[in-house]
């Protein structure tokens, strides 16, 4: 079975200012969809899939983010 991929992430400012993470996951089907993640869930997110740059989700299967932030 294939797995939704993360396409890309990068950093946005949210409606408060605030840093947000946001990625485009991409799925098996071709629909795509952006998902937000703010600063403190970022930091828990990247350490739980062993990742230390954003530039490294790129090509990732989004569950290494899903499973984290359950």
């Known amino acids: 079975m294939e797995e939704a991929i993360i396409e890309a992430a990068?950093?946005?400012?949210?409606?408060?200012?605030?840093?947000e993470l946001v990625l485009r996951v991409r799925y098996p089907n071709g629909a795509s969809t952006e998902v937000?993640?703010?600063e403190e869930a970022v930091?828990?997110?990247l350490?739980?899939?062993g990742v230390a740059s954003l530039d490294d989700l790129?090509?990732?299967?989004?569950?290494i983010l899903a499973r984290a932030l359950l």
């Open 10 to 19: 990068e950093l946005a400012a949210g409606h408060d200012g605030r840093a």
């Open 36 to 38: 937000r993640l703010d």
């Open 43 to 45: 930091a828990f997110a």
């Open 47 to 49: 350490d739980a899939a």
């Open 58 to 63: 790129t090509g990732k299967p989004w569950d």
